[in-house]
């Protein structure tokens, strides 16, 4: 039994991550988690009832505790997750973004290029893979989408702790040899999102009957990919994948902000019925700084290479993801306690 280290486990991609590990290996798993706001034991209600399963909290910055971790469980593998990652904090706080995923990375990087010096039988079964975002790559307008040989272009303090920490990561394979692989990822939604992202906090605003605010015209187009969707490519990445390489992971769902909370306030209007259509609550709010027009992702290597392909059609994994807020307020309501209140972030 290979065991598997997964950091940001308790996040939102990182949790389903971990559920979907266990229901489609038999490996074991070892979580590290931080804990900070959007990271929370709640989400790994399941797994951790798993024997295969090891939570430790520590921050993936800390060198002596990465190094502990590593000779103590001695991974065959890292799926990177740990990041802060909200766009709109990015612009309000930029630091933690630099610390957690600049520095964070590196930490992790220099510890498995050292632990594999010491343990060099490991190296050749070891990957490290890094999961990153499309936003590296900046803006496109109406045509065209993102390959992995498109330029880093970022546009947030977001976007640009992940632009160098893959830059990082390539560096270590091509330096050192550390067998690595970035994976950029599109827009992802689905059960156990923190609430401050558009999906989420859409589907409870509605619910609750407050504004639904929307940034500028409403016109900003993602590429929405099911999280679980995602969660196999990472694994098959990590199966199949080729060290020093990377692979973009797309849903293929083109969708603009606005159509995005119509749909949710369509559906639910017809799974919980209110007087009126909730869309009367849209409210057009002053656009945030360096808003990137559209994202849109290529994904033909990693079906090609891998044989990946999303098994969620954005209809049925959008009504999939309402009906799971609905079930699972309490969940909601816990993890925002104390820390979140849906409030406009991001103003500069």
């Not at 923190?194 to 509605?206: H, T, V």
């Amino acid at each position: 039994m290979r065991t598997l280290l997964i950091t940001g486990g308790a996040g939102f991609i990182g949790s389903n991550l971990v559920q979907y590990a266990l229901d489609h290996t038999s490996d074991r798993l070892v979580i590290v988690d931080k804990l900070t706001y959007a990271g929370s034991l709640l989400s790994l209600e399941c797994p951790l009832r798993d024997d295969r399963v090891t939570f430790v909290r520590a921050d993936i910055g800390d060198a002596a505790a990465m190094a502990r971790i590593f000779a103590e469980y001695q991974p065959a593998a890292v799926l990177n997750l740990a990041a802060e990652t909200h766009v709109d904090r990015s612009i309000d706080m930029p630091q933690p973004f630099l610390e957690t995923n600049v520095v964070g990375t590196f930490v992790l990087l220099e510890t498995a290029r050292r632990w594999l010096a010491a343990h060099p039988d490991a190296r050749g079964a070891f990957r490290f893979v890094h999961v990153s975002t499309d936003e590296v790559y900046g803006a496109l307008d109406s045509n065209g989408v993102f390959s992995e040989e498109t330029p880093y272009a970022p546009s947030s303090p977001y976007a640009a702790s992940k632009a160098s920490a893959d830059h990082f990561v390539r560096a270590y394979f091509h330096t050192y040899g550390l067998p690595s692989i970035i994976t950029n990822c599109s827009n992802n939604y689905g059960p156990f999102q923190f609430p401050e992202k558009l999906i989420p906090l859409m589907i409870l605003n509605a619910i609750d009957g407050r504004a639904l605010p929307i940034y500028g015209d409403g016109g900003h187009v993602r590429d929405w990919l099911h999280v679980e969707d995602h969660c196999a490519g990472i694994l098959l990445v990590l199966a199949k994948g080729r060290p020093g390489e990377k692979y973009n992971i797309g849903g293929g769902n083109e969708r603009s902000n606005l159509d995005i909370v119509d749909r949710i306030c369509d559906l639910l209007d017809e799974l919980r019925p209110a007087v009126g259509s909730r869309r009367a609550l849209r409210t057009f709010v002053p656009d945030r700084p360096g808003h990137d027009r559209r994202y849109a992702i290529d994904a033909t290597r990693i079906r090609r290479e891998l044989g990946w392909a999303s098994r969620h059609t954005f209809e049925t994994g959008l009504r999939e993801t309402v009906r799971w807020y609905l079930e699972h307020r309490a969940w909601c309501e816990e993890v925002q306690a104390g820390r979140y209140d849906r409030q406009r972030l991001g103003l500069g």
